[in-house]
């Protein structure tokens, strides 16, 4: 894991997944640098990761005060109990349906819990940050963060997009990947981590994320995605498609056992 400011204010803690068959999918952490400091999910919870020495890179870990948990897939709680013991002050910013799923393997102490629904805001000291239900989505604890302050959208598992190499994906932006490239990556995410999207009305869709697209973000933060600064129109675009995308379908066990052939020694 390495980190980096993507802006003045926010901090991204990179990390990266592999993912056979598909590429190497970024798996991002982020820290906003407010008043009161928030951090936006914590990474992965492989053995040899240390999400919270990963985190003193950027900020005295008992400083934090906020634990925004955008939702509780595996990929987003790593790190979660470890800083709730290094930041003593830190409440866990999630929903009623957050809390629940995280009660079925380990409860979140109810003292360090801050309760927040799409479109109520978190009074950050220095600012408000508001949450909403990103236009895609996994699990139905989802809020990402608007920062109202500086136009940063951090949308969570939506516009991500597995790369072809490691240093794509934890690159600093996404210069190096061709426009085309990067709008197929998203589509097969789309596909893959919200399979409902083929069921929607498309209008009614594209309406879900109007408002997001008004409000016009400055920067568009996924966990699986490098920084988008520039060109975040396209990613509009890209999101209308994916209605129509073809649906993905992962390897079964013929294929699984194909692959584990060409492994075996000759
Ligand atoms: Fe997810
Ligand atoms: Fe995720």
Redesign the pocket.
């Known amino acids: 894991m390495h980190t980096y400011r993507a802006h003045p204010d926010v901090s991204v803690l990179a990390d990266y997944l592999e993912v056979p068959g598909l590429g190497f999918l970024a798996?991002n952490a982020f820290v906003i640098h407010a008043a009161q400091p928030v951090v936006i999910d914590t990474g992965l919870g492989l053995p040899d990761r240390d999400f919270v020495a990963s985190l003193a890179a950027v900020i005295d870990p008992p400083d934090v005060r906020w634990i925004w948990l955008t939702?509780p897939?595996r990929?987003?709680t790593g790190g979660l109990f470890a800083l709730l013991g290094a930041a003593p002050q830190a409440r866990v910013v999630t929903t009623f349906v957050g809390a629940g799923i995280m009660s079925a393997e380990r409860p979140l102490p109810m003292d360090r819990i801050y309760l927040l629904n799409p479109g109520q805001s978190l009074d950050a000291g220095d600012r408000r940050l508001t949450g909403f239900r990103p236009p895609l989505f996994?699990n139905p604890a989802t809020v990402g963060v608007l920062d109202t302050s500086n136009g940063v959208c951090l949308s969570?598992?939506c516009f991500?997009a597995p790369l072809p190499a490691a240093t794509l994906a934890t690159a600093q932006n996404t210069a190096d990947v061709s426009p085309e490239e990067l709008r197929a990556a998203q589509l097969l995410w789309a596909t893959i981590?919200s399979p409902w999207v083929h069921t929607v009305d498309p209008a009614k869709f594209a309406a879900s994320f109007r408002p997001l697209h008004d409000f016009g973000p400055s920067a568009i933060l996924s966990?699986?995605l490098p920084p988008v600064t520039r060109d975040r129109t396209a990613l509009f675009a890209t999101l209308l498609d994916a209605p129509s995308a073809s649906p993905v379908t992962g390897p079964d066990q013929a294929a699984l056992e194909a692959m584990l052939r060409q492994f075996q020694p000759v």
Do not use: K
């Open positions: 798996v939702h897939d990929d987003h996994d969570s598992d991500g981590d966990t699986h």
